[in-house]
């Protein structure tokens, strides 16, 4: 295999960024609006401090949920907030199809289903990663979704569980989706960012006043993964696979030079390492004769 390119060659330098001393519901609100799972945090000087994600925003969220003394019998269902428009994927369906099924709708990933709709796991970027390491590392051709789901039944949830339930099982499990079922049949699923959504209508139905809202200083992940320009496409599938982040901040000291995200990697990636189809075998042209005779051209 040719060199592999590095990651000054494709991540992200037009970043949103957030500062050390930014409010939480002002940060809160700068993740959803952006649509994004985290944001790298520097300080006054542009320097590189750590990443504010979904997990810290989450944490930062409990806390301010806590703060308020409400019965945790008070607080929404997940039935109320879970998403029940979910798209699926069949376990048969080939990985580079699931791969670019992902990338076309814009989601992160997928609940497995059968055609009964029973639940058999979830196929998403980061189990994706394992499809691209072993594409580059072992040359194994494209399989199934089934051999690169995660089928763990510790990261199901019931819809009776509690907005502060479904919080503390995405701070404390790297998932960043839980789905909801009924028996085996999948009624809908629930996000890291549905959480963060409901959490934060929830605050602000209390009225909790401004003051309250603390700095996300303390919420920062300051020992999150970075990664230098030199990295290249193995040296980064191999850390999206063993860690939990969905970002990688690119950086050369404290200096923050950009952003490389699972989906970045996954749009390059499954341009170049998608198993190409043998050529069709060619076959011999065979002309119907026009005439018995000899033309009279040639005559």
Known sequence: MSKLITAQEFMRRDLTTLHTDSGLKESVKKLLDNRIT???????????????????????????ITATGTSPDELPRVREFMNRHVHTLPPDLDVFEAIDDLLAKRISGAP?????????GIFSEKTAMQVIVNAICEHVPGSTVRRYMNSDRNRLISPDATLLDAATVFVKTPYRRLPVLDGERLQGQVSRRDVIAA?????????????????IAKYVDRHALTKPVTADLLELAEAFLNSPYRRIPIVNGRQLLGQISRRDLLEVAAKMLRPVEPAKPAHPLYLSAVSDGIPPSLG
């Open 112 to 120: 497995v289903v059968d055609e009964n709709q029973s639940y058999l």
């Open 199 to 215: 959490a934060q209508q929830w605050l602000v139905s209390q009225r909790t006043s401004s003051s309250d809202s603390p700095e």
């Open 38 to 64: 985290g944001a790298p945090v520097v300080d006054h000087a542009g320097n590189y401090v750590g990443v504010f994600g979904e997990k810290s925003c989450i944490q930062a969220l409990i806390d301010a």
